[in-house]
């Protein structure tokens, strides 16, 4: 269980592996240590109008959106390590601004973009069915990925035989499936739901099996991580179930209530949707809800 606390007073003494701060943003970044976190995973409001809960958001104009975003990322930047990994999440209105602003301090490496299927059609434009990641580092020539940790595990629809024998794929009593690797496009996401578990009222609340990929792709068991925009929590209760430690901040005390109650659930509960036997399987796949994050 993350240490919650409220204010930023035992930030002034010591920081701890585990701990959700109930605070503003600005008065922490400066009594967290420099290089300090393996993996910063950034989520921050969107420049857009959006009401979380009584904290408001006002969209802006790009160049105000972009002075917002400068007015905490290159602090932020100083809180990882060298061979760290940064992944900023944006939508299509904000996603350039942030390419612009990272690029000041770090080496952008990719941008994934993940299928958002969830929410009403717009009536005079198209549905914004997608959302960008951006993957940077601060050094390209020395920072960690594992990508066997990430494969995706996929139906096979047309199976190619040599001599008679499956290749590159596996036959199983449960059907046909391929080991692939993972590409910057995500179609395998499933948006939390109200029957989910890990569902909350938190409007924007990322999918535990997104922020699954991230750490697991650019950190090692017991690697600190770092969340300066913890929203409902994921980022700590999908650290804690693959075994990593997490500082969260967030202004919202319910936000942190909805996250420290997840926290205690995560003791029971350890599965991620969508990820079993150590792999990632396609959305909508009931083999992938039989076992948690073996």
């Given at each position: 269980?993350?240490?919650?606390?409220?204010?930023?007073?035992e930030?002034?003494?010591?920081?701890?592996d585990?701990?959700?701060?109930?605070?503003?943003?600005?008065?922490?970044?400066?009594?967290?240590?420099?290089?300090?976190?393996?993996?910063?995973?950034?989520?921050?409001?969107?420049?857009?109008?959006?009401?979380?809960?009584g904290?408001?958001?006002?969209?802006?104009?790009?160049?105000?959106?972009?002075?917002?975003?400068?007015?905490?990322?290159?602090?932020?930047?100083?809180?990882?390590?060298?061979?760290?990994?940064?992944?900023?999440?944006?939508?299509?209105?904000?996603?350039?601004s942030?390419?612009?602003?990272?690029?000041?301090?770090?080496?952008?490496?990719?941008?994934?973009?993940?299928?958002?299927?969830k929410?009403?059609?717009?009536?005079?434009?198209?549905?914004?069915?997608?959302?960008?990641?951006?993957?940077?580092?601060?050094?390209?020539?020395?920072?960690?990925?594992?990508?066997?940790?990430?494969?995706?595990?996929?139906?096979?629809?047309?199976?190619?035989?040599?001599?008679?024998?499956?290749?590159?794929?596996?036959?199983?009593?449960?059907?046909?499936?391929?080991?692939?690797?993972?590409?910057?496009?995500?179609?395998?996401?499933?948006?939390?739901?109200?029957?989910?578990?890990?569902?909350?009222?938190?409007?924007?609340?990322?999918?535990?099996?997104?922020?699954a990929?991230?750490?697991?792709?650019?950190?090692?068991?017991?690697?600190?991580?770092?969340?300066?925009?913890?929203?409902?929590?994921?980022?700590?209760?999908?650290?804690?179930?693959?075994?990593?430690?997490?500082?969260?901040?967030?202004?919202?005390?319910?936000?942190?209530?909805?996250?420290?109650?997840?926290?205690?659930?995560?003791?029971?509960?350890?599965?991620?949707?969508?990820?079993?036997?150590?792999?990632?399987?396609?959305?909508?796949?009931?083999?992938?809800?039989?076992?948690?994050?073996?």
């Open positions: 269980m993350a240490r919650m606390v409220s204010g930023v007073e930030l002034r003494d010591s920081i701890r585990d701990m959700l701060v109930n605070a503003d943003l600005y008065d922490c970044l400066d009594l967290l240590p420099d290089e300090h976190f393996d993996l910063v995973l950034l989520d921050p409001p969107y420049n857009l109008d959006k009401d979380f809960h904290c408001k958001f006002s969209s802006m104009k790009s160049d105000d959106y972009e002075a917002f975003l400068r007015g905490w990322f290159g602090k932020v930047c100083d809180k990882l390590k060298p061979t760290g990994s940064l992944y900023m999440c944006g939508d299509w209105k904000c996603s350039l942030m390419q612009r602003v990272i690029e000041e301090r770090l080496t952008i490496l990719n941008r994934i973009t993940w299928q958002r299927e929410g009403r059609g717009a009536k005079s434009n198209w549905k914004n069915g997608m959302e960008d990641i951006w993957f940077a580092v601060k050094n390209p020539k020395s920072y960690y990925f594992d990508l066997e940790s990430v494969m995706m595990k996929r139906k096979v629809i047309a199976p190619y035989r040599v001599d008679g024998k499956p290749k590159d794929w596996e036959e199983t009593a449960d059907g046909n499936f391929r080991l692939t690797h993972p590409s910057n496009f995500w179609d395998d996401i499933s948006v939390p739901f109200w029957s989910m578990p890990e569902n909350t009222d938190h409007p924007t609340q990322k999918p535990e099996k997104l922020y990929k991230l750490i697991l792709a650019s950190s090692r068991p017991g690697d600190r991580i770092l969340d300066p925009f913890a929203g409902s929590g994921t980022a700590a209760v999908v650290a804690k179930k693959l075994g990593r430690h997490c500082v969260g901040i967030e202004i919202n005390r319910d936000y942190c209530l909805w996250t420290a109650k997840r926290l205690l659930l995560a003791d029971t509960s350890p599965a991620i949707q969508g990820y079993a036997d150590g792999v990632f399987w396609e959305r909508n796949t009931s083999l992938a809800k039989r076992g948690g994050n073996q």
